[in-house]
């Protein structure tokens, strides 16, 4: 049998051989999306998913200049290219928690292409600077294009949450467990809700372990926090 020494060093190297394998692949990726823009120069889709694979890598400063670049490029060529590409630097100011930066992005877009889908990243930025208020704004209005969209009813339900209207939260997380039941986050956000409406919550604490284990353990605060709320407010009464 494997003493412990043997057991920690067998599963270093695997987790060595499975971080050199991911990494490989992203350097591939990465030499196949800088070729995409050498052959193409003039299509301004190259950079853009250049800069979302950049995003992806949590290389802001670069997909930010490679987005810059890019804006310089086709601004005055195609304004649709000016508006992916605005969306595009937009998605790079919001990972990277530049919250003012993305929102000025986003509100500059008025292609009814990307129209949903920049309230959308209006509304996560909001949530993002923790204004509630604009979030659930900007949710409702991108829900009146997308009504049935899972991740905006997502987004609307937290929103609400954070404000306190926990009734009207439950709706829309209800209507995203609907469409995504193993929605781990939103299972775990409905249990939240639960508990404060007084309902039975083990079942979507218990999908929530299932089926997004890591969320469930960094909510552990919220859920203290919540239990805190509620025995105080029983203790008003």
Do not use: C, W
């Not at 290219?81 to 929102?103: H, M, P, Q, W």
């Not at 469409?179 to 979507?204: C, H």
Request: proline share 1%.
């Amino acid at each position: 049998m494997e003493n412990n020494d043997e057991k920690l060093k067998n599963r270093q190297s695997q987790v060595q051989k499975e971080h050199e394998k991911r990494q490989k692949k992203a350097d591939k990726t990465l030499h196949n999306l800088v070729t995409d823009i050498d052959e193409h120069p003039h299509d301004y889709r190259t950079y853009y998913d250049l800069g979302a694979f950049l995003v992806e890598l949590h290389n802001f400063t670069q997909a930010e200049e490679l987005m810059m670049k890019a804006l310089g490029l086709f601004a005055n060529q195609s304004k649709k290219a000016k508006e992916v590409l605005t969306y595009g630097l937009g998605n790079v100011y919001y990972a990277a928690g530049e919250f003012d930066k993305s929102i000025e992005q986003f509100n500059s877009l008025s292609s009814s292409d990307l129209k949903s889908d920049s309230y959308i990243m209006l509304a996560q930025s909001y949530m993002g600077k923790k204004d509630y208020k604009k979030a659930v704004v900007f949710a409702l209005t991108a829900q009146g294009f997308r009504r049935q969209d899972p991740d905006v009813n997502y987004l609307l339900g937290s929103s609400l949450m954070a404000l306190g209207n926990f009734s009207e939260a439950a709706q829309f997380l209800d209507t995203t467990l609907k469409a995504q039941p193993k929605n781990g986050k939103a299972n775990f956000d409905r249990g939240i809700v639960a508990m404060v409406l007084g309902e039975n919550f083990s079942n979507y604490f218990n999908k929530s372990k299932k089926y997004d284990e890591k969320y469930f353990n960094d909510g552990q605060k919220r859920l203290s926090d919540i239990e805190k709320y509620i025995q105080a407010k029983q203790s008003k009464k």
